[in-house]
């Protein structure tokens, strides 16, 4: 029983560990993760431009409202194949983007390990619809709607540092854990404590 002393301490250390560096982990901030699927429909834009064409592309984004959430990423994937952004004419192609859908939506909170903060699913999308003329010619190149969206787990705590209280479509409504989830909870930590206090005893004796 001896043994198991420093054996019960070293897992309650690593336990302890493994909670803080869940806790001080980074992940992107709303505003990121939108910038991320715009720069997935920047790509797509990318594809339908020849790929010898570095010319200037014109982008417009509506509503003009929540467009300096998704510019960005946009034009962040066109200037990577060579593309040079524009906000004015003349340029060689017109892209002409709307906002459709933004939504974060977050799900199945829950609490892993008996040491771990409460985590949750945490779901972006990002609709829009998309029109690419090449202004030399008229042609339309391409015009469709594009659905974007990702999905991670992050931590409860986490959330109010990856929404903008100024911006309402960064943020969600956190779900409730389930009712055996937050019964089973205090059970594990009274359990656990039972057992120190059991070998603290045994080992004492």
């Known amino acids: 029983m001896r043994r198991l002393a420093p054996l019960l301490a070293s897992l309650l250390l690593a336990a302890t560990g493994l909670c803080e560096e869940q806790e001080t982990s980074s992940a992107a901030t709303n505003i990121r993760a939108y910038q991320i699927l715009a ?3 920047g790509d797509s834009l990318n594809a339908a431009i020849p790929e010898s064409d570095s010319l ?6 509506k509503p003009d409202a929540t467009s300096w959430l ?33 939504q974060v939506a977050y799900g199945n909170a829950r609490t892993e390990g008996m040491f771990s903060g409460k985590i949750v699913d945490r779901d972006v999308l990002l609709s829009m619809s998309a ?6 010619s008229g042609v339309v190149m391409l015009t469709r709607e594009f659905r974007e969206a990702m999905r991670d ?23 409730a854990e389930g009712f055996f989830s937050s019964l089973a909870e205090p059970l594990i930590m009274i359990g656990a404590v039972a057992v120190a206090v059991y070998l603290l005893f045994t080992v004492r004796s």
Do not use: F, H, W
Request: glycine share 8%.
């Open 70 to 102: 998704v510019l960005g990423g946009v034009a962040e994937a066109l200037q990577k194949r060579g593309r040079t952004v524009v906000v004015a004419l003349p340029a060689a192609y017109e892209a002409n983007l709307g906002i459709l859908e933004m």
């Open 153 to 175: 787990t992050i931590q409860v705590s986490q959330v109010p540092l990856l929404e903008d209280p100024n911006v309402p479509v960064t943020q969600g409504t956190l779900p």
């Open 56 to 61: 200037r592309v014109l982008v417009t984004v």
């Open 131 to 136: 029109r690419l003329i090449d202004q030399r």
């Open 39 to 41: 720069s997935r429909i």
